[in-house]
């Protein structure tokens, strides 16, 4: 509903209990930790959504093993904040990080791996290599067109992507 300041006092008020109740490296914790960036990335505050999405990443690195979904989760959110701030080398290491753990763990046409090369595809376009952002866009698209119905709103996304890439080649 876009109330940030009510979504950042209620993940607050359930990291303070969780806090109490769970030991301190929990991966409750490190998901209280997620959510609260995930409310300052969406209010463009980057540099403290950086923070709290690095906190849970830690913790995350320690509670959880190498290729644990989670994992792929915080070094995507990373890799965002990283693309959102104009540095797309960044944003692209956290993204690569992610796609990693997700071709480990998924099967070649889940829609997550679709997300996955639509990220890598988009830092690669804001880095300029456009020949690159289209082989991952079109990727994405593929996996896309056979795992969601032809009218779904990621298709027509990806789409317009590819479409913006050609027109800067």
Excluded: C, W
Excluded at 11 to 19: D, M, Q, R
Excluded at 43 to 49: E, V
Excluded at 54 to 76: F, I, T, V, W
Excluded at 140 to 167: C, E, M, R, Y
């Amino acid at each position: 509903m876009g109330d940030y300041s009510k979504a950042l006092e209620f993940y607050e008020k359930s990291h303070k209990i969780k806090e109490k109740a769970l030991p301190s490296n929990h991966p409750d914790l490190a998901t209280s930790y997620n959510n609260i960036g995930l409310v300052y990335d969406d209010m463009g505050d980057y540099s403290k959504a950086l923070e709290f999405y690095e906190k849970s990443l830690k913790m995350r690195e320690k509670a959880l093993p190498s290729n644990h979904p989670d994992l792929a989760q915080s070094y995507n959110n990373i890799g965002g904040v990283y693309k959102n701030m104009g540095d797309y080398s960044k944003a692209l290491e956290f993204y690569e990080k992610a796609h990693k753990i997700k071709e480990k763990a998924l099967p070649p046409n889940h829609p997550e791996l679709a997300v996955s090369y639509n990220n890598i595809g988009l830092a690669y376009s804001g880095k300029g290599d456009y020949s690159k952002a289209l082989s991952f866009l079109e990727k994405a698209l593929v996996i896309l067109q056979k795992s969601l119905p032809p009218n779904h709103p990621n298709i027509k996304t990806v789409i317009n992507s590819i479409d913006n890439v050609k027109k800067k080649m």
